[in-house]
């Protein structure tokens, strides 16, 4: 079930409820500009009590302000909130994650739950 859709000329944040997992899928670039959206997305998916697994696959750019909009809803994890995954960064994103070391943190999974 579509949750929240957030389209700007930049990035587009889809929100989608399935029995399993909230999935948030991000496409464009994630920087100063669209972080609001992106963190704000992250934050209310993570109100629930089921994972939210953030697709990567169709982000473009991210930059270090996105890269702590992931470390923030980890840290969100391990004060109580729901668990996030990330799924499928695209190489943009994965050399990121590769350089700043965060790629260990973060719990990545190859797989969307069913449902």
Do not use: K, Y
């Not at 109580?80 to 943009?92: E, F, Q, V, Y």
């Not at 350089?99 to 069913?114: A, C, M, Y």
């Amino acid at each position: 079930m579509l949750e929240s859709e957030t389209v700007s000329d930049q990035v587009s944040v889809i929100v989608v409820s399935r029995t399993q997992a909230v999935v948030v899928t991000v496409e464009g670039v994630v920087d100063a500009v669209s972080l609001t959206d992106v963190s704000r997305a992250l934050s209310d998916a993570q109100q629930g009590a089921i994972p939210v697994v953030i697709d990567l696959s169709g982000v473009t750019f991210m930059d270090s302000r996105g890269l702590g909009a992931l470390l923030a809803a980890n840290e969100r994890t391990r004060e109580g909130a729901a668990p996030l995954w990330i799924h499928r960064p695209s190489d943009p994103v994965r050399r990121l994650l590769d350089v700043s070391g965060v790629g260990q943190v973060l719990v990545e999974v190859s797989e969307i739950p069913e449902g």
